[in-house]
Nanobody, 118 residues
Framework: QVQLVESGGGLVQPGGSLRLSCAAS????????MNWVRQAPGKGLEWVSL????????YYADSVKGRFTISRDNAKNTLYLQMNSLKPEDTAVYYC???????????WGKGTLITVSS
Protein backbone atom coordinates (compact mmCIF):
# COMPACT_ATOMS: atom_id res chain seq x y z
CA GLN A 1 0.00 0.00 0.00
CA VAL A 2 1.06 3.56 -0.63
CA GLN A 3 2.67 5.20 2.36
CA LEU A 4 4.08 8.68 2.79
CA VAL A 5 5.78 9.48 6.08
CA GLU A 6 6.97 13.00 6.87
CA SER A 7 9.70 13.76 9.36
CA GLY A 8 11.86 16.66 10.45
CA GLY A 9 9.26 18.91 12.01
CA GLY A 10 9.69 20.76 15.25
CA LEU A 11 10.17 24.14 16.87
CA VAL A 12 12.42 26.69 15.20
CA GLN A 13 13.07 30.38 15.78
CA PRO A 14 12.15 33.03 13.20
CA GLY A 15 14.92 33.28 10.64
CA GLY A 16 15.95 29.71 11.24
CA SER A 17 16.02 26.70 8.94
CA LEU A 18 14.56 23.24 8.89
CA ARG A 19 14.68 20.33 6.46
CA LEU A 20 11.67 18.07 6.04
CA SER A 21 11.77 14.57 4.60
CA CYS A 22 9.04 12.37 3.20
CA ALA A 23 9.71 8.66 2.86
CA ALA A 24 7.61 7.06 0.13
CA SER A 25 6.72 3.43 -0.42
CA UNK A 26 4.14 1.29 -2.19
CA UNK A 27 4.47 2.90 -5.62
CA UNK A 28 7.07 3.73 -8.23
CA UNK A 29 8.25 6.96 -6.65
CA UNK A 30 10.51 7.95 -9.54
CA UNK A 31 7.56 8.00 -11.97
CA UNK A 32 5.46 10.56 -10.09
CA UNK A 33 5.51 14.23 -9.36
CA MET A 34 5.25 15.11 -5.68
CA ASN A 35 3.89 18.04 -3.69
CA TRP A 36 4.26 19.71 -0.35
CA VAL A 37 1.07 21.19 1.10
CA ARG A 38 0.59 22.92 4.46
CA GLN A 39 -2.19 23.85 6.81
CA ALA A 40 -1.70 26.66 9.30
CA PRO A 41 -3.70 26.65 12.54
CA GLY A 42 -7.28 27.64 11.82
CA LYS A 43 -6.67 27.96 8.09
CA GLY A 44 -7.23 25.89 4.98
CA LEU A 45 -4.81 23.86 2.94
CA GLU A 46 -2.17 25.81 1.06
CA TRP A 47 -0.17 24.31 -1.75
CA VAL A 48 3.53 24.97 -1.18
CA SER A 49 5.62 23.29 -3.85
CA LEU A 50 5.71 20.72 -6.66
CA UNK A 51 8.56 18.73 -8.12
CA UNK A 52 8.37 16.68 -11.29
CA UNK A 53 9.27 13.01 -11.40
CA UNK A 54 12.89 13.51 -12.45
CA UNK A 55 13.53 16.36 -10.05
CA UNK A 56 14.53 18.93 -12.66
CA UNK A 57 11.28 20.87 -12.63
CA UNK A 58 10.19 22.70 -9.49
CA TYR A 59 7.39 25.14 -8.66
CA TYR A 60 6.63 27.22 -5.58
CA ALA A 61 3.88 29.25 -4.02
CA ASP A 62 4.67 32.96 -3.91
CA SER A 63 4.62 32.83 -0.13
CA VAL A 64 7.68 30.56 -0.01
CA LYS A 65 9.50 31.37 -3.24
CA GLY A 66 13.15 32.15 -2.63
CA ARG A 67 13.09 30.66 0.86
CA PHE A 68 12.09 27.02 0.35
CA THR A 69 13.65 24.41 -1.93
CA ILE A 70 11.98 21.17 -2.93
CA SER A 71 14.13 18.24 -3.99
CA ARG A 72 14.02 14.48 -4.25
CA ASP A 73 16.30 11.46 -4.18
CA ASN A 74 14.65 8.85 -6.36
CA ALA A 75 17.21 6.21 -5.39
CA LYS A 76 16.08 6.61 -1.78
CA ASN A 77 12.36 7.14 -2.51
CA THR A 78 12.54 10.34 -0.51
CA LEU A 79 11.16 13.85 -1.00
CA TYR A 80 12.66 16.85 0.77
CA LEU A 81 11.74 20.42 1.62
CA GLN A 82 14.52 22.73 2.73
CA MET A 83 13.00 25.69 4.58
CA ASN A 84 15.13 28.76 5.20
CA SER A 85 14.42 32.21 6.63
CA LEU A 86 11.41 30.84 8.44
CA LYS A 87 8.65 33.19 9.53
CA PRO A 88 5.94 32.76 12.17
CA GLU A 89 3.39 32.54 9.36
CA ASP A 90 5.14 29.38 8.15
CA THR A 91 3.81 27.62 11.25
CA ALA A 92 1.71 24.77 9.94
CA VAL A 93 1.33 21.06 9.55
CA TYR A 94 3.27 20.12 6.43
CA TYR A 95 2.12 17.24 4.26
CA CYS A 96 3.77 15.49 1.36
CA UNK A 97 1.34 14.33 -1.29
CA UNK A 98 1.60 12.25 -4.43
CA UNK A 99 0.57 14.08 -7.59
CA UNK A 100 -2.28 12.49 -9.50
CA UNK A 101 -3.68 13.33 -12.87
CA UNK A 102 -5.85 14.82 -13.94
CA UNK A 103 -5.73 17.66 -11.46
CA UNK A 104 -5.03 16.46 -7.97
CA UNK A 105 -3.21 14.57 -5.26
CA UNK A 106 -4.28 11.08 -4.34
CA UNK A 107 -2.14 10.03 -1.38
CA TRP A 108 -1.08 12.11 1.59
CA GLY A 109 1.14 11.63 4.56
CA LYS A 110 -0.12 12.28 8.06
CA GLY A 111 1.90 15.47 8.30
CA THR A 112 4.58 16.96 10.49
CA LEU A 113 4.18 20.10 12.57
CA ILE A 114 6.51 23.05 12.13
CA THR A 115 6.25 25.78 14.73
CA VAL A 116 8.15 29.01 14.09
CA SER A 117 8.26 31.01 17.29
CA SER A 118 10.57 32.87 19.63
Amino acid sequence: QVQLVESGGGLVQPGGSLRLSCAASGFTFSSHAMNWVRQAPGKGLEWVSLINSGGEGTYYADSVKGRFTISRDNAKNTLYLQMNSLKPEDTAVYYCAKHYGPGGMDYWGKGTLITVSS
